[in-house]
């Protein structure tokens, strides 16, 4: 076959170097405008939501050279690896970018979920507690297919029909409920003012009642004595007797009860809910009690307990000493 073919080469414009970010909820806003300056200065960027798979996918790219740099602003897989969560993204996780030698910046977004503040700011006038709740609903429930999840409710909210939004909970995919935000971690002469005015605890028994007659699992916050009553009288299924804010950590309170304060504590809160219903299971947590040893010891001493509510005691202290140690052997990288 003979003939003449005419091809003008076409040229083809310089390629962006890639950078890849990771994002989950509450580092959207960090990322979307980070993303943002780096395309104006000649950038690509991929995102990847860090629901684990997202994470795995980003470190396969990153280890086959396709990645120029990383903005890891979203370490909320890797700590579920500590812990045992269900996003996590394997053990591996932040180490392709070391073994390609390529630029990466990294942050503990989104490690608790919490904007990396204490749990007195879910308290105060930040943002929409009982909205976020919704909102971390849709980013949790898809991918937790086998373990019951609980949304903390703010009882006072003075802003919702508190039956229907409970019934959108349930719909959503929430197995029960716990009275977080709560009034109770407010003492003094603003907790009576509260009271007075119609935004106290009560509102919080009478959200656990309407939660129980929905048959969602109520697990309660009490205080002392007298919430333990109120919230068995309300049909709670467990009591959780708190202690206070959680101490030790980098963002812990200094405040605190001892332990043996604790276990005194606990017994009269045990001896006025079982007062109630003798079958009502209850737990302790907070103030001291922060690590393994701390809850051993009150468990040992309490009459009648049934176990231990790790909060910031599990996912807060497990992943700020995984992270540190972490770093820490990164750094001890020499030539």
Not at 173 to 199: A, C, H, K, W, Y
Request: hydrophobic share 45%; charged share 20%.
């Amino acid at each position: 076959m003979a003939g003449m073919l005419k091809f003008e080469h076409t040229h083809k414009p310089d390629k962006k170097p890639l950078v890849a970010a990771t994002m989950f909820g509450v580092t959207t806003p960090c990322v979307t405008a980070a993303r943002k300056y780096l395309e104006e200065r000649g950038y690509e960027v991929l995102v990847f939501h860090a629901t684990g798979i997202g994470g795995q996918s980003m470190e396969a790219l990153i280890e086959a050279g396709f990645i120029e740099g990383v903005l890891d602003l979203t370490t909320t897989e890797w700590a579920d690896e500590i812990i045992g969560g269900v996003l996590n993204a394997g053990p591996n996780r932040l180490e392709a970018a070391g073994h390609n030698r390529i630029p990466q910046v990294i942050s503990v977004g989104a490690l608790d979920i919490m904007a990396g503040r204490g749990s007195l700011a879910g308290l105060l006038s930040y943002g929409d507690a009982n909205q976020i709740v919704v909102e971390m609903g849709a980013e949790v429930l898809p991918v937790v297919k086998h373990t019951p999840v609980l949304a903390g409710v703010c009882g006072t909210d003075p802003f919702r029909i508190m039956e229907v939004y409970l019934k959108q909970l349930k719909e959503q995919g929430f197995s029960g409920v716990q009275n977080f935000p709560t009034v109770g971690l407010i003492d003094g002469v603003f907790r009576q003012n509260l009271e007075e005015t119609g935004m106290g605890y009560d509102l919080e028994v009478e959200m656990i009642r309407i939660a129980h007659e929905l048959d969602l699992l109520t697990t309660p916050y009490v205080f002392d004595p007298a919430q333990a009553k109120a919230m068995a009288e309300a049909g709670a299924d467990i009591l959780v007797a708190h202690m206070g804010l959680t101490t030790k950590g980098s963002i812990g309170a200094k405040t605190a009860l001892t332990l043996d304060d604790c276990v005194e504590r606990i017994e009269a809160i045990i001896e006025a809910g079982r007062a109630v219903n003798p079958e009502i299971m209850i737990i302790c947590h907070g103030g001291p009690i922060a690590e393994p040893e701390d809850a051993a010891y009150v468990i040992e001493r309490t009459k009648g307990i049934d176990g231990f509510f790790g909060a910031s005691s599990i996912e807060r202290f497990a992943a700020e000493k995984g992270i540190t140690q972490q770093t820490e052997s990164f750094k001890s990288i020499r030539k």
